[in-house]
């Protein structure tokens, strides 16, 4: 279980989050959405750990600011939204790295079998760098997998923390990656995940949380939460839902070209 | 079984032990060269065929090998190889291939300590010149290097964090400033003075002494020693300090740790031997492009190939002008700067530093 409860982040001087409240369960796709600058990213971060906060956030009773990193690496893999690497590593150097900072770093098959899950075998020994924008992005999420690799351990369930993983992607290799997302929920482990596009969001998510300056508009099902009404006020734009005819949910924009 | 290749992390690059086995091989014949080689002109395969075939050496013979030659060779073994780590760990600090402790205003503080020193020792109390005797210079570029160090860190560091890019920019100014005082010291120098300054300028191995071997020793052993555990915690920083941390790494104890080794390395090598460039941006550039980016690998290789190169400088220095000798900063410089900007070149068709 992800706890967060009382959350308040500043950034500089003022509160990024302002007393925010969320609870996210293992076995289940959690999808955070909202305009630009309504705090998705700060409360992902600040949910791994990677920034100060007032208040409480336990991952699995874990208090996050009271757990020393290497333990929190066996618990949970971030995704970061940007990544870049300073040196020539390759590929499989870097998902190793990712493995090692696991519990599973006796098993080095997992490289090539979290290589196979992103569709990257071919290029394992190739410099992280030479690959493209896509490319790179499925390797970091092929370290992310390796890291927490069983979707539950001995301890409990394990956690995918993901900032917009599918934001530099071909609509395939999005719907690849969320399947990669949606097994690891499946199979017992916890996905928190940042996204922007609403379509693919109401696809992939169990729940959804939908923010706006720093606080959470809406939360429940996808039913719940995707409604024209609710959507337009809090992106302030004409959004229009409707019921796909076989499952699901989409979203048209109202473009109104200008005069 | 095509997953064991896959399977090894640390062993699928290019095959390390060549590598490896190559640069002990260039390791053992520049010293054998070095101690071979000098103006004296004593030669080390016939006073090896005395020692073995138990023939007497003469006192002379002795005295140039084992006095002479095999300090400098020791000194030039153990410089070069703190010159290349700390160029290799800082690099990796600030993931920037072009990093070197002279950015953080390390070798600048150094140098303001030495020439400090050179220019002002006439005030100082006689029975603190006589017991520091010819030490004078190095003991102030050491603490002008850790001075150097501690002002950094007290600048770029608030509540425990340090900022790399504070780090870096902290570095410039106190090189700026360090080279202002430095320069007005010169102002003050008289004409001997200006000639010490020069020469300890452009680095010597001349003059290894017991005494500067056994503290530069103390400091540069442990360090390399303990560096190699820094590897792992490198390699993530190449991800970035917010992803190194993700995996598992607790950063701001990886860079106290790192920043600490780069100031012994490079405030001790300084110290010894004065202003040596370049080893420390072309060694670990060098052996990335031949084994590849890891750390595991490359601070082990970097301290092997740096002592090496260190030691083929020195002999080039003492050979080119013989019987005088160059300073061997001129010769790393005359041999770095061309790959430096090579690296440069290279760097900017990947779409710049």
New interface residues.
């Given amino acids: 279980m992800l706890e967060i409860s009382d959350l308040y982040v500043a950034r500089g001087r003022s509160d990024v989050l302002q007393g925010l409240s969320l609870t996210a369960k293992p076995g289940a796709v959690t999808v955070i959405l909202g305009p630009n600058g309504s705090g998705k990213s700060t409360l992902v971060q600040a949910a791994s750990g990677a920034l100060p906060y007032r208040g409480r956030i336990t991952l699995q009773g874990h208090e996050i600011a009271q757990t020393p990193a290497w333990r929190l690496a066996a618990l949970r893999a971030v995704l970061e939204q940007s990544n870049s690497v300073a040196f020539p590593f390759t590929v499989a150097e870097v998902v190793g790295m990712g493995l090692h900072a696991g519990i599973e770093a006796g098993h080095p098959e997992i490289v090539s079998a979290a290589l196979a899950e992103v569709g990257l075998s071919d290029l394992a020994h190739r410099p992280i760098q030479s690959l493209s924008g896509g490319q790179q992005a499925r390797a970091h999420l092929a370290r992310v997998r390796a890291q927490v690799w069983q979707p539950v351990s001995h301890a409990g369930p394990r956690w995918l923390l993901v900032d917009e993983p599918v934001a530099s992607l071909d609509i395939a290799h999005q719907l690849e990656v969320m399947a990669i997302l949606r097994r690891f929920a499946d199979a017992g482990g916890g996905v928190v995940a940042v996204m922007h596009d609403l379509n693919l969001s109401a696809q992939l998510a169990d729940e959804m949380v939908l923010m706006r300056e720093g606080r959470i508009e809406a939360h429940g099902s996808p039913e719940a939460v995707m409604r024209g009404p609710v959507l337009s006020r809090t992106y302030g734009c004409e959004l229009q839902v409707g019921a796909a005819a076989s499952d699901g949910l989409w979203v048209l924009p109202q473009f109104a070209r200008p005069a | 079984m095509a997953?064991t290749s896959?399977?090894?992390?640390?062993a699928?690059?290019r095959p390390c032990p060549p590598l490896r086995l190559g640069l002990i091989a260039l390791l053992v014949i520049a010293a054998a060269l070095s101690l071979g080689t000098g103006a004296a002109g004593v030669s080390l395969p016939q006073v090896l065929g005395q020692w073995l075939t138990g023939e007497e050496i003469s006192t002379r013979d002795r005295v140039v090998l084992l006095d002479i030659r095999l300090p400098r060779l020791v000194m030039g073994l153990m410089v070069g190889a703190a010159l290349a780590v700390a160029g290799a760990v800082m690099q990796g600090l600030f993931?920037?291939?072009l990093a070197d402790p002279g950015i953080i205003g390390v070798g600048a503080g150094a140098g303001l300590g030495a020439v400090a020193m050179i220019v002002l020792s006439g005030f100082l109390p006689a029975a603190i010149a006589a017991f520091f005797g010819t030490w004078l210079v190095p003991v102030a570029a050491f603490g002008g290097a850790w001075t150097a160090t501690l002002l950094l860190y007290r600048v770029a560091s608030r509540g425990g964090q340090v900022s790399i890019a504070t780090l870096l920019l902290a570095g410039i100014a106190l090189a700026a400033l360090a080279g202002a005082l430095t320069g007005i010291l010169t102002y003050l120098a008289d004409d001997t003075q200006l000639r010490d300054l020069t020469f300890w300028g452009m680095g010597s191995l001349a003059g290894a002494s017991d005494m500067k071997l056994l503290v530069g020793g103390l400091l540069i052993g442990p360090a390399l020693i303990l560096i190699p555990r820094l590897a792992?915690g490198l390699?993530?920083?190449?991800?970035?300090e917010?992803?190194a941390?993700?995996?598992?790494?607790?950063?701001e104890r990886l860079k106290h740790r790192a920043v600490i080794g780069v100031a012994a390395l490079a405030g001790a090598a300084v110290a010894m031997v004065g202003g040596i460039g370049f080893v420390g941006i072309v060694v670990p550039h060098l052996l990335?492009i031949a084994g590849?980016?890891?750390h595991k690998t490359l601070l082990v290789d970097a301290a092997l190939l740096g002592a090496a190169l260190l030691v083929l400088a020195d002999l080039i220095a003492r050979l080119v002008v013989a019987p005088a000798e160059l300073p061997i900063g001129i010769v790393t410089a005359i041999l770095g700067a061309p790959i430096f900007l090579w690296i440069l070149i290279r760097r900017q068709g990947?779409g710049g530093v």
């Fill in positions: 997953m896959l399977a090894l992390p640390d699928m690059r993931r920037n291939p792992r390699n993530a920083l190449a991800l970035g917010a992803t941390a993700h995996m598992g790494h607790d950063i990335r590849g980016p890891d990947l």
